[in-house]
C-alpha cells in the first residue's frame, strides 16, 4: 500500500448535485482547489454558481455529492469545515442597524477570534475605515462594504476563501484594489474560490478557472492555457472580434444567447 | 495516493460564546429601533389607561389581563415576524449561518430579546396600572404575571414564527401579521363582553389571547383553578405547534 501523504486539496467536490423541485441547477460538478491557488468558477447567470458556492458552504443541501473541506465534510462536519472557511456570499449583507466595529466585534467572536477595541481599530485602519468605526452598516459606500466584507471573510485566518462575484458594482479603482487583496491572499498561502462574470478578472488574477454551464463544468484549466486551446475552434473565431480572448472563448463555450 | 489531511484546524466557538455575542448584537439593534419597540409597548400603556372606569366594574385583574394579552401579539406577530422577515430577504441570516456556529443560536438570540421586550411591556402596563389605575399588585404576583407573559408570549412569537415561515416576502408578512392581529387581539378583546355572542366569546377564550387573559388574571390573583391549569397547558400547546410549523417550512435563504 502506498502510503505516502501529499498536501491535499483544501476544496474537493466531488459529483456535486442540486435541485429546486424539478430543476437541477448543479449536476455533476466536481473540481479541486489546491492550497495557494486562485480558482474561478465562470458562467452566465443562472449557470449554477451561486448553487455551487452555497453548497459548499453547506448552506443548502445537495440532492447528491460531497464537499470536502480542509478535510472536513461540510454536511458531516459542518462546524469545523465552516471554521476553515471564509466566505463574501452575493445576497448576504450585516446587520444594518450594527456600527462597523460592532459587526467586526460580533464575526470576531463568531468565528472564535474575540478581537479587543485595538485590534478592531487596528483591522480598520488596515482597510482603509479608520474614523469609521462608529458609522452603521447601511452608512458605507459599496466599496467599503466591500472591503468589510472581506475583511471579515479573512478575520479568523482561514485556509479557504469562498468570494461570490467580489467585484460586481465596484469602480475600476475599488475593484484593482480588491484583486491585490485577493492575490495577498494566495500569496499568504490561502485558496481562493471565486465566482465571476468578468473574464478580465478572471485572466488576471485565476491560476485556473472553470467554465459553468447549465450546472455543469464544460471546461477547465488555466486561462491562457485555454484561450490556446479553442484559438482555431469555429464557434470561438464565430464570436472573436480579432485577437481571441477569455471571453470569446466563454462565449463560444456556452452560447450566444442571453440568460435571465 | 493523495490522502485527505484534516491538519488545518481553526477554533469554533463554544455555543455559550455564539449566543453571547449574538444576544449582545440583537440587543443593540433592537436598542436602536426603540422608536417601533415603544409602539408596541405604547398599545397595552394606552388600553390601560382608557380602561380606567372599568376597573370598578370587572376588576382590576381582568383589566390588567386583557390589556397585557392584547399588548404581547404586537411585539410577538408583527415585531418578531417582520423583523425576521425583513433580515432574511436582506441575507443577514445566510450571513451568519456561514459562521461555525449552531443554526439554533441565531433564532433563540432573537427570541431571547423579544421575551425581554414582553417582560419590559408588562412591567410597563403593569407600573401604569398601578399608579393611574389603582391596580394594587404586590410583589409575587407581579413577578408570577412576567413568567406568565414570557410563556404565553412564547405562543405568539410561535405564531409569529408561522407566519415568517409560511410567507417569504416581507411586505406580505408585515401585512398577514397585521391581519392575524385583528382577529387575536382586537376581536379578542372586543369579544370578552360579550358583543358577538356566546360561541365567539368561548372561541375567544380558549383562543391564545383568552388562554393568556386567563393565566395573566390567575396570577394577579393567586387563584388556580382546573380552568388555569388547562390554559397554561393549551398556551404552551400552542406554542409548540406554532413554532414547530412555523421552523419547518421556515426557509432561511434569501432567495
Known sequence: MHTERTKAAVLEVSDLQVRYGDFTAVDGVSFSVNPGEIFGLLGPNGAGKTSTLSAIEGLLSPSNGSVSVAGFDIFKEPLEARANIGIQLQFTSFQQDLSVREIVRLYASLYGTPLSDKEIDDLLQEIKLEGQGDKRARELSGGQQQRLSLSIATIHNPPLVLLDEPTSGLDPQSRRQLWERVEKMRDSGRSVLLTTHSMEEAKAICERVAIVDHGVIVETGNPQELIDKYRNDPDVLAVSRGEVTLEDVFIGLTGKEVRV | ?255
Open chain 2, 1 to 255: 495516493m493523495e490522502t485527505t489531511e484534516k491538519n488545518i484546524t481553526r477554533p469554533i466557538p463554544n455555543a455559550k460564546e455564539a449566543l453571547r455575542a449574538l444576544l449582545r448584537a440583537d440587543w443593540s439593534i433592537q436598542w436602536r429601533n426603540r422608536r417601533a419597540m415603544l409602539m408596541s409597548i405604547f398599545v397595552p400603556v394606552i388600553f390601560i389607561i382608557s380602561w380606567k372606569s372599568l376597573v370598578p366594574v370587572v376588576g382590576g385583574a381582568a383589566v390588567l389581563s386583557i390589556c397585557i394579552a392584547i399588548g404581547l401579539p404586537a411585539i410577538g406577530l408583527m415585531g418578531y415576524s417582520g423583523s425576521v422577515a425583513r433580515d432574511r430577504e436582506r441575507g443577514v441570516f445566510q450571513r451568519l449561518r456561514a459562521a461555525p456556529i449552531p443554526t439554533w443560536s441565531i433564532m433563540t438570540s432573537r427570541i431571547l430579546v423579544q421575551i425581554g421586550v414582553m417582560a419590559f411591556m408588562t412591567l410597563c402596563t403593569i407600573l401604569v396600572g398601578y399608579f393611574n389605575d389603582g391596580i394594587h399588585i404586590n410583589l409575587p404576583e407581579g413577578l408570577l404575571i412576567v413568567i406568565f407573559s414570557a410563556i404565553a408570549g412564547l405562543s405568539f412569537l410561535g405564531l409569529g414564527q408561522l407566519v415568517v415561515g409560511l410567507i417569504r416576502s416581507s411586505e406580505a408578512v408585515n401585512a398577514a401579521a397585521r391581519l392575524v392581529y385583528f382577529p387575536v387581539a382586537v376581536v379578542g378583546a372586543i369579544a370578552e363582553i360579550g358583543v358577538f355572542g356566546d360561541i365567539l366569546k368561548m372561541i375567544v377564550d380558549w383562543s391564545p389571547l383568552g388562554t393568556t387573559k386567563t393565566l395573566i388574571a390567575a396570577a394577579a390573583t393567586l387563584s388556580f383553578d382546573s380552568s388555569v391549569w388547562l390554559a397554561l397547558f393549551l398556551t404552551l400547546a400552542y406554542g409548540v405547534v406554532f413554532a414547530a410549523i412555523g421552523i419547518k417550512k421556515f426557509d432561511w435563504s434569501v432567495n
